[in-house]
């Protein structure tokens, strides 16, 4: 899909704590997130405006093998793998959220970066830095087949990995996806599939 989903606003549970976002753990929180994204009246009820997180953009991403590239040639990615990637944007506080599913992943988690699922700077069928790096998706099934990661991040953002001289996080802002989503993509990494397991553009 990885179409801007238009007003993006996301309840708390009645129960939530509030959150403080400039009191963050090195730019990072983590939360669980239930993302409807097939709500059919989104945001139609009111709410005050310490109940909601506030976006200003939504993205859903279908992640497929058939999408990876080693720079510009397909891979294959892994082979029966699939990923769906839920973004949401608040751009006036230089964070994102993330609602992350890997189904039959295999292999291990394996990147230059810190971790090994990523937002790349790269145009459908081309290679490109990182910009933002997740936190991989974890077992949550006995079977181990479903994986999930969810939460928020917050800039300055670092990748781990160094190009010219300085981190491909370094300086980078979630509103230039909005500016221009078809220039970034989701993916991860797997042991068994180093350019990409799964693969899915923004836009």
Same mark, same amino acid.
């Given at each position: 899909?990885?179409?801007? %989903? ?45 109940? %909601?997180?506030?976006?200003?953009? %939504? ?14 040639t ?21 964070m994102?959220c ?39 998706? $974890? ?24 190009m010219? $001289? ?38």
């Amino acid at each position: 899909m990885g179409a801007v %989903l238009g007003v993006a606003s996301l309840a708390l549970g009645s129960g939530a704590v509030p959150l403080d976002l400039n009191n963050l753990n090195n730019g990072h929180l983590s939360l669980q997130l239930n993302i409807d994204l097939n709500q059919d009246a989104f945001g139609a009820n009111a709410f005050a405006a310490n109940d %909601l997180f506030t976006f200003t953009s %939504l993205h859903s991403i279908q992640a497929t093998p058939d999408q990876v590239v080693n720079d510009t040639t397909p891979t294959g990615g892994l082979a029966g793998a699939s990923g769906v990637f839920n973004f949401g944007i608040n751009s006036h506080a230089n964070m994102i959220c993330y609602n992350i599913t890997l189904h039959n992943f295999q292999g291990e988690f394996e990147s230059p970066a810190d971790t090994a699922t990523h937002i790349h700077e790269a145009a459908r069928g081309a290679s490109g830095p990182p910009r933002i790096a997740f936190p991989n998706p $974890e077992p949550i099934d006995e079977a181990g087949t479903v994986r999930n990661s969810a939460g928020c991040l917050k800039g300055p953002f670092v990748t781990g990995v160094i190009m010219e $001289e300085k981190d491909t996080g370094e300086g980078f802002h979630v509103s230039q996806i909005e500016q221009n989503p078809a220039a970034f993509m989701a993916d991860t990494h797997s042991s068994l599939a180093l350019p990409g397991a799964v693969r899915g553009q923004i836009a």
